[in-house]
């Protein structure tokens, strides 16, 4: 009975976030930038990410161009989660229910995912037309393809988990977007940059090996390996755990 009340409340919680999402622009407006952007590079700006210049039949762009955009948009989406509820006291309340600190954590996240996951599918548009246009029909890497999205949606899911820590800790919405893009950026590039440096040589791999890109280029070959699975998930149960942290210390 009490495991059936908090999933109760824990459903109520995702729903009252996925509405706030879309009953402001916030939720349109990230889902309409992302794709308008990746878009943009892949199809209408000229170079050598677009995908009819390029002359071959890929969608690599999208997974360039996507951690970069998501590296804004998800904390933007994350920001409010817990900044505004404590800027308006209601994060009392929430905390006066009865439901566990890391439930109310899940169902602000998972709300998160939700939108990740709303921006993700019209991208398949993408795939099938690359499928369609390849010579001959079909003329796709399927396997490096679906592994690069299944990369795409882990790090995006770590970007969440990262913006709804950063919004447990502040109650200022801006704040919270800065802190969570700044650990995005560094999370997921900085690593590398700390193992080109000379006194990282002799550990160079292990230094990157903690950071999201080599990560996301791993299942970007196709091959769905464990280890890289297992650093998402460590990753997002990580900052999830620091935000109930965060929750717990403010009972005390």
Request: aromatic content about 16%; hydrophobic content about 55%; charged content about 10%.
């Amino acid at each position: 009975m009490i495991i059936f009340i908090d999933t109760i409340f824990m459903f109520s919680i995702f729903k009252k976030e996925i509405i706030s999402f879309f009953s402001s622009l916030t939720g349109y407006i990230s889902i309409v930038i992302f794709l308008f952007l990746t878009g943009w590079f892949m199809w209408i700006n000229p170079g050598e990410l677009n995908i009819l210049d390029g002359g071959y039949s890929t969608i690599d762009t999208l997974f360039f161009i996507a951690p970069w955009v998501f590296l804004f948009l998800v904390p933007a989406a994350t920001m409010r989660s817990f900044a505004e509820e404590r800027k308006t006291g209601t994060i009392e309340l929430l905390l006066t229910r009865p439901i566990t600190d890391i439930q109310l954590v899940i169902a602000k996240y998972m709300a998160a995912i939700m939108l990740v996951v709303l921006s993700l599918l019209p991208t398949l548009i993408y795939y099938v037309s690359i499928y369609y246009l390849g010579n001959p029909v079909g003329n796709i890497d399927g396997g490096g393809t679906w592994g690069s999205f299944i990369g795409l949606f882990f790090l995006a899911a770590a970007y969440a988990a990262i913006g709804v820590f950063s919004s447990s800790i502040t109650d200022n919405q801006i704040v919270a977007f800065i802190i969570a893009a700044i650990l995005c950026f560094f999370i997921y590039t900085g690593f590398d940059g700390l193992a080109s440096l000379s006194l990282f040589k002799s550990i160079n791999l292990s230094v990157q090996n903690l950071g999201i890109n080599e990560h996301y280029k791993s299942l970007s070959r196709g091959v769905i390996d464990s280890r890289d699975i297992l650093y998402f998930l460590s990753l997002i149960a990580v900052f999830i755990l620091a935000a109930r942290l965060k929750l717990q210390a403010r009972r005390w």
